[in-house]
């Protein structure tokens, strides 16, 4: 497979997945300052888009009208989730030739028929599109394609964005656990309340919570379940590294994650949840150079070379 078209699948991946994620964190916490009259508005928005890592700081205040723009509708922000469906799309025309046309479809008609402009009044709408666009991208990734390098390179990149988007999810928990959403709130917003339940059968608190969102091995949305999912795709996509130990750079970063997370006491994960969450960020930013690296590498433009006299 060309490194160009390697690098788009894992990119559509990544892209799909982060839509989704803004969405349903967008969705917990824009409703949450339209609840709640005791959150200073400006402060918690700013806040919200600096763990997005987009706050502009051309902004003496902000609002919940800014917040959806910036990371809703906005195509020139990178954060965005037009932005992401954009990219998502541009990626899946360039692998046009290895992709499904279902699939090549349900992405074009997503982003054709994503709003520029979204009323205040319209925004849970604009969400519940948004999740179930992607979801129908990723049935069909699921159920049209066979499980081969192609598979696993979508995979890979929907399982580190997954780790993000639940850290970065955590992470605006912890920055307002004041005033946040709860704990039930948080987990309504990845589909995991009902899942919850079965595990723990009861409300729940921060200890159970954290667990389940961090260490549960069978809920998807976990960070241990995606982490293993991404080691596994690693692992299918360069089998030779099983002979050299850990293996690639990728899987050394990705697997000491997982075990910052898996052996330590949960009291300890909850008290360091903050630091926690940065870290897990970090290491799926240096996975993704260290994937980018292995199968992807960009080469320097050719270059004359004269010759000596």
């Known amino acids: 497979m060309l490194s160009r078209i390697a690098e788009s699948l894992f990119w559509i991946g990544r892209?799909?997945?982060?839509?989704?994620?803004?969405?349903?964190?967008l969705d917990v916490h824009l409703q949450l300052l339209l609840e709640d009259p005791w959150v200073e508005e400006s402060r918690a928005c700013t806040a919200l888009l600096g763990v997005m890592g987009s706050a502009p700081e051309t902004y003496n205040t902000l609002c919940r009208a800014d917040v959806l723009r910036?990371?809703?509708?906005?195509?020139?922000?990178?954060?965005?989730?037009?932005?992401?469906?954009?990219?998502?799309?541009?990626?899946?025309?360039?692998?046009?030739?290895?992709?499904?046309?279902?699939?090549?479809?349900?992405?074009?008609?997503?982003?054709?028929?994503?709003?520029?402009?979204?009323?205040?009044?319209?925004?849970?709408?604009?969400?519940?599109?948004?999740?179930?666009?992607?979801?129908?991208?990723?049935?069909?990734?699921?159920?049209?394609?066979?499980?081969?390098?192609?598979?696993?390179?979508?995979?890979?990149?929907?399982?580190?964005?997954?780790?993000?988007?639940?850290?970065?999810?955590?992470?605006?928990?912890?920055?307002?656990?004041?005033?946040?959403?709860?704990?039930?709130?948080?987990?309504?917003?990845?589909?995991?309340?009902?899942?919850?339940?079965?595990?723990?059968?009861?409300?729940?608190?921060?200890?159970?919570?954290?667990?389940?969102?961090?260490?549960?091995?069978?809920f998807p949305r976990s960070i241990l379940h995606s982490l293993n999912r991404a080691i596994d795709a690693l692992t299918g996509l360069d089998p030779s590294d099983r002979r050299i130990g850990v293996g690639s750079d990728a899987r050394r970063v990705l697997g000491w994650v997982r075990s910052q997370l898996e052996y330590a006491p949960v009291d300890r994960l909850v008290e360091d949840l903050p630091r926690l969450m940065v870290a897990v960020q970090n290491g799926m930013q240096q996975a993704t150079e260290a994937i980018r690296d292995r199968f992807f590498p960009v080469n320097p433009d050719p270059a004359w070379i004269g010759e000596s006299a």
């Not at 799909?16 to 964190?25: F, H, I, N, P, Q």
């Not at 069909?140 to 964005?161: A, F």
């Open 15 to 25: 892209y799909v997945e982060r839509s989704d994620g803004t969405a349903r964190l």
């Open 70 to 218: 910036l990371l809703g509708t906005d195509r020139a922000q990178p954060s965005s989730i037009a932005a992401s469906l954009w990219a998502a799309r541009e990626n899946a025309r360039g692998a046009r030739d290895v992709l499904p046309s279902e699939l090549w479809e349900a992405l074009n008609t997503t982003v054709k028929r994503l709003p520029r402009r979204v009323r205040e009044d319209k925004t849970h709408d604009f969400f519940r599109y948004v999740r179930e666009r992607a979801a129908l991208v990723f049935g069909l990734i699921d159920s049209n394609i066979s499980r081969d390098d192609l598979w696993r390179l979508i995979t890979l990149g929907r399982s580190i964005e997954h780790v993000d988007m639940t850290a970065r999810l955590l992470a605006t928990r912890s920055l307002t656990e004041a005033s946040g959403p709860s704990w039930a709130t948080i987990l309504r917003s990845v589909g995991g309340y009902e899942a919850f339940q079965h595990t723990f059968r009861g409300q729940p608190g921060s200890r159970h919570a954290v667990e389940f969102l961090l260490l549960d091995q069978l």
